[in-house]
């Protein structure tokens, strides 16, 4: 069935003002095919949520109409005879399917969908500005890593050395907490290049290097 108007309520229009621009056009689109044309279109999302709770009210207004147009095809051909006036006329009863309260669906359905999305628009954007702002904690490297960044980088350090000495300091850099466990076996490095004592032990060493780092 095909019509050249239909009925466009305040609540369809406020219910359609919560979209975006571009799904406000495809749920618009929508409506008026459906409305105009009898044409349902693939919507999803909320699109198609606005557009289910939108048509039992379109469907109720094309039966009112088709039954408007009956009702003048009859009258034009005598129709029944009149009441007498004194008669008490019978009050028409109305099917409640057929008179749906649209504002108060459309706007509960559409409101509590666009709150969902809202909702879950904020939750991600807050999550991600957490986890961008967020400092990564700091996880001890295994002694594989270790050795593994060692051979990459050609140098002398032991890593079955460094990994006891920060186990046992808990991995702390004097009071504070460490943070990047490669930059510590690149302070290893540049210690084991400097020129040390023959005489002096392995432990000594470590010892001294680590006084003149963290100023004990």
Do not use: H
Not at 64 to 90: C, H, I, Q, V, Y
Not at 145 to 164: G, L, M, P, S
């Amino acid at each position: 069935m095909e019509r050249d108007s239909y009925i466009f309520y305040r609540g369809f229009y406020e219910a359609i003002a919560c979209l975006t621009k571009e799904q406000q056009a495809d749920c618009l689109r929508a409506v008026s095919e459906y409305a105009l044309n009898g044409i349902e279109i693939e919507t999803d999302g909320v699109v198609k949520a606005l557009f289910l709770s939108i048509k039992p009210q379109i469907d109720a207004n094309n039966r009112k109409f088709l039954n408007g147009l009956k009702g003048a095809d009859f009258g034009s051909r005598g129709g029944r005879p009149k009441k007498n006036p004194k008669e008490t006329p019978e009050k028409p009863q109305e099917n409640p399917k057929e008179t749906p309260n649209v504002n108060v669906n459309v706007n509960d359905n559409v409101n509590e969908n666009v709150n969902v999305n809202e909702n879950v628009n904020a939750n991600e954007n807050v999550n991600e500005k957490k986890s961008k702002g967020k400092t990564q904690a700091f996880i001890p490297p295994s002694l594989d890593q270790v050795k593994d960044y060692c051979w990459e980088r050609n140098n002398k350090v032991d890593a079955q050395a460094f990994i006891d000495f920060y186990t046992s300091k808990g991995w702390m850099i004097g009071k504070t907490k460490m943070k990047d466990w490669k930059a510590a076996v690149r302070t290893w490095e540049r210690r084991d290049n400097e020129k040390v004592t023959p005489i002096r032990s392995n432990k000594q060493e470590v010892d001294d290097f680590f006084k003149r780092e963290l100023g004990i």
